[in-house]
């Protein structure tokens, strides 16, 4: 079936021949959400940080722009990045940088040490829901910045940021990162209460601590960060991307394949490998990685995302790929982002059996509830998926796209992949390795 890609329908896009089985090995790149927070983390100090293990995707690409833009010197080697703050020279990002992604925010706290001035342009990343930063700027505010709004621009003044106590209104990931990076060298201890405990963060926080900053995790989601005077350089390697690891877990599952990931790390994919056990994706934990392989047919299931150590938002896509092909009707219940199902009308085309609905479906209340969003959604499989043309809405969406095109009868085109790329390092090469029928189209 052919449907009329929506926008972004210009430029490069995929060209995806269905039904191979995905069969071989591939190894897990950096983090795209450590690796991109952790260049940030490096304009803390004024000597070199070297980060390893740095993925080569757009939104590193992005990032490692925007910091030279604002003067930082980076010198690339590879997966290795160092990274020099001392000739940091401006407290503006450009507006260049406004709705590309969300890591200038991140650079309020480093900005303000440096310069006692940050200003941002308006955000932007994916498009899944309002993604307030009401939680960010509190918690400035209360370690003392002035926060105001013109013209598409945040302006922060602090002459010192201040150590206090914050409790945030929900774990949010990046509101968690901004202010540790702004209370490493706050003047006092920053208590930062029902904070986000995401691998990604605590991955950064043994960067900070490597650069000489003293943090600690304790209990109930709590970050306990005693300022000190200044950070020093420092060598630190990116953790593998759980993300990617599960989407090609996901990918071997769905085409009948076997393929194994190496570096995936299973501490950090429990809640992940929980559901496909009960789905019945089989497994094999090794030393150096995960073997995921498939199985004739697969069982519904009931599935709630929350915040680590819970199901992560971002498996969710890929995830609800898998329960179209499950033997019966499956739940999935976001409560991260109460806009991330857009993605499922092109599935829908594709043949998936997909209902969107507002209420909280599944075994807990969330605070959608009432709000009219589609935030829960009912899968019934298995059903067989027609090629299609689509073009990709999100990153992690596009994911799923392509695990579609990959299973589906025919021969799909998928535009819009910038979004992909922004997040998955070479994935076509890592596809293609493993058997995929895949070409690009410039
Ligand atoms: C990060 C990840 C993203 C992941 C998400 C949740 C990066 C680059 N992105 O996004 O892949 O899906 O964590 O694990 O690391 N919120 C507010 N006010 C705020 C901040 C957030 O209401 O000030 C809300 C958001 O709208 C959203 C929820 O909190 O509904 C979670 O957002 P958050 O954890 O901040 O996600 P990001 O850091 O944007």
């Known amino acids: 079936m052919k449907t009329t890609p929506k926008n972004n329908s210009q430029g490069r896009s995929y060209i995806v021949r269905g039904g191979n089985p995905l ?16 260049m940030v983390a490096c ?12 993925p080569q995707i757009g939104d590193v690409e992005a990032t490692a722009e925007l910091l030279e833009g604002l003067g930082v010197k980076i010198e690339k080697n590879d997966q290795d990045y160092t990274i020099s703050a001392a000739s940091l020279n401006t407290s503006k990002v450009s507006a260049a940088f406004s709705r590309k992604n969300r890591i200038p925010i991140l650079l309020i706290g480093p900005l303000l040490h440096r310069f006692g001035e940050a200003r941002i342009p308006m955000l932007g990343g994916c498009k899944i829901g309002p993604r307030p930063i009401d939680i960010h700027m509190q918690g400035l505010e209360k370690m003392g910045a002035e926060v105001t709004c013109e013209d598409g621009y945040y302006t922060i003044r602090a002459k010192e940021l201040k150590a ?10 990046g509101a968690t990162e901004n202010l540790m990076l702004a209370a ?10 029902n904070a986000a405990i995401e691998p990604e963060i605590m991955d950064t926080a043994k960067l900070l601590q490597a650069m000489g900053a003293i943090i600690n995790l304790e209990a109930n989601r709590t970050w306990v960060i005693e300022g000190v005077e200044k950070l020093n350089g420092a060598v630190h390697e990116v953790i593998p991307d759980r993300i990617e690891a599960a989407s090609f877990g996901i990918a071997a599952a769905l085409t009948g394949g076997s393929v ?3 570096n995936a790390r299973q501490n950090d994919l ?11 994706v089989p497994f094999t934990i090794q030393s150096d990685g995960i073997l995921f392989g498939s199985a004739e047919s697969y069982k519904p299931v009931v599935i709630e995302t929350d915040v680590h150590p819970g199901f992560m938002t971002d498996w969710q896509q890929p995830f609800v790929m898998l329960l179209t092909q499950a033997n019966g009707v499956s739940i999935v219940h976001e409560t991260i982002f109460e806009d991330r199902f857009g993605y499922t009308e092109s599935l829908k085309q594709m043949g998936a059996h997909i209902q969107l609905h507002s209420d909280c479906l599944g075994s807990k209340e969330c605070r959608y509830k009432h709000q009219n969003y589609m935030h829960s959604c009912i899968v019934s499989g298995p059903t067989p998926l027609k090629a299609a043309d689509i073009c990709i809405p999100d990153l992690r969406a596009g994911f799923s796209y392509l695990l579609a095109a990959l299973m589906a009868d025919g021969e799909s085109h998928i535009t819009g ?14 596809m293609k390795s493993l058997g995929a029928d895949i070409e690009v189209t410039e």
Not at 164 to 173: A, D, G, K, N
Not at 184 to 193: C, E, H, S, Y
Not at 270 to 280: E, M, P, T
Not at 422 to 430: A, M, N, T, V
């Open 23 to 38: 069969n071989g090995e591939i190894s897990v790149s950096g983090a795209k959400n450590a690796a991109t927070k952790q």
């Open 43 to 54: 304009l803390l100090t004024s000597d070199p940080v070297t980060l390893k293990n740095i």
């Open 164 to 173: 206090t106590m914050i409790e945030l209104r929900f774990p949010s990931v």
């Open 184 to 193: 490493v060298l706050a003047k006092g201890t920053t208590t930062i209460a």
């Open 260 to 262: 194994f990931i190496r």
């Open 270 to 280: 429990l809640s992940f490998l929980n559901a496909i056990r009960k789905v019945g």
């Open 417 to 430: 992949i910038d979004h992909i790329e922004r997040g998955y390092e070479k994935i076509l090469d890592k």
